[in-house]
Structures are given as C-alpha cells and as structure tokens.
C-alpha cells in the first residue's frame, strides 16, 4: 500500500519562504512522476508544480520562478521550494504520486500540509 507523508508547512510572512517535503513508501517510484497540488477555501485542487522520473518539471504559471520541485530517487522524497511566497499562495499542499500500473495511471495522495502566508 503506498503511503505519502508531508511536512514542513507552517505559518510565514509575505517574501519569506519554506519547504515542504514528502516521503514516500509501499513500493518502488522510479519511474513514477510525483507532483504538489494545493487547494485554498472555496477553490478547486490545482497543480502547484510536477517533476517525472527523468526530472523534468512543470510549474503552474502563478509560481513559476518562485518554487522549485525536487525528487530524491534513493530516498523516494519530493520536496517543494517555496520562495517569495505571497498570501495567495495560502492553501492545503497536496503531495501526489502517479503510478502506471498494467497500463492504468493510479493516483495516491498524502494528506496534506497547511501553508500559511501573512500579509
């Protein structure tokens, strides 16, 4: 059973920044993608950034510049830099790890870590 385990949310001010991270475990993720989402009150889930087994990376356009995503293999770890945050970036992290399984994408998803942004 996989399992996904973030930390590192908290509570910033505007221009600062923070880290999340999240490890992963119940399987093998090399050739997974891993991905961050985040979801604010009132909003739908969205893609904060994603990066798959080769290392490429995609960002949301709202954080392009300002976060970074990252992947350790050997300790099947994602984390996400978080610079010059902004109250908007205020929302519920999300850690995702997409697997293929016999052809079919399968989805497991963490329980989220809150972040925080004071004007």
């Known amino acids: 059973q996989v399992q996904l385990a973030e930390s590192g949310g908290g509570l910033v001010q505007a221009g600062g920044s923070l880290r999340v991270s999240c490890g992963a475990s119940?399987?093998?993720?090399?050739?997974?993608?891993f991905a961050w989402y985040r979801q604010s009150p009132g909003k739908q889930r969205e893609l904060v950034a994603d990066i798959d087994s080769g290392g490429n990376t995609n960002y949301a356009d709202s954080v392009k510049g300002r976060f970074t995503i990252s992947r350790d293999k050997a300790n099947n770890t994602v984390a996400l830099q978080m610079d010059s945050l902004k109250p908007e970036d205020t929302a519920v992290y999300y850690c995702n790890v997409r697997e293929i399984l016999f052809g079919i994408p399968l989805d497991s998803w963490g329980q989220g870590t809150q972040v925080t942004v004071s004007s």
């Open positions: 119940g399987r093998t993720f090399d050739n997974s993608a």
